[in-house]
């Protein structure tokens, strides 16, 4: 069974930079979209980028957009962040699944998920 693994993670502090990957284990990644998710402490799980992997369609959250990126180079999905805020520390997760557009942010969207690596940002 296809498991997905997330690397990248780290301590840094604001205004810097970090690369998340995203890589599928067991198996090819046979899925339509792959969503990049992330919870802090005390809150809700959130989507902040997911793409339509067979198209070029990306969607970002408001809160992300212009500094977040996400790219795919192969089997590995990546999650480029730049001009990182305290507000981005959280665990990041992503998840492969099939949406279309408008439901890239909907986690019924993904049935498998990684563990998670954990981001933080300090000031």
């Known amino acids: 069974q296809v498991q997905l693994v997330e690397s990248g993670g780290d301590s840094v502090q604001s205004g810097g930079s970090l690369t998340l990957s995203c890589v599928p284990s067991?198996?090819?990644?046979?899925?339509?979209?792959l969503g990049w998710f992330r919870q802090a402490p005390g809150k809700e799980r959130e989507a902040v980028a997911a793409?339509?992997?067979?198209?070029?369609v990306t969607r970002y959250a408001d809160s992300v957009k212009g500094r977040f990126t996400i790219s795919r180079d192969g089997a590995t999905v990546y999650l480029q962040m730049n001009s990182l805020k305290p507000e981005d520390t959280a665990m990041y997760y992503c998840?492969?699944?099939?949406?279309?557009?408008?439901?890239?942010?909907?986690?019924?969207?993904?049935?498998?998920w990684g563990q998670g690596t954990q981001v933080t940002v300090t000031s």
């Open positions: 067991g198996g090819p990644l046979n899925y339509y979209a």
């Open positions: 998840a492969a699944g099939a949406a279309g557009w408008s439901q890239l942010f909907a986690e019924g969207s993904y049935n498998i």
């Open positions: 793409a339509i992997l067979t198209r070029p």
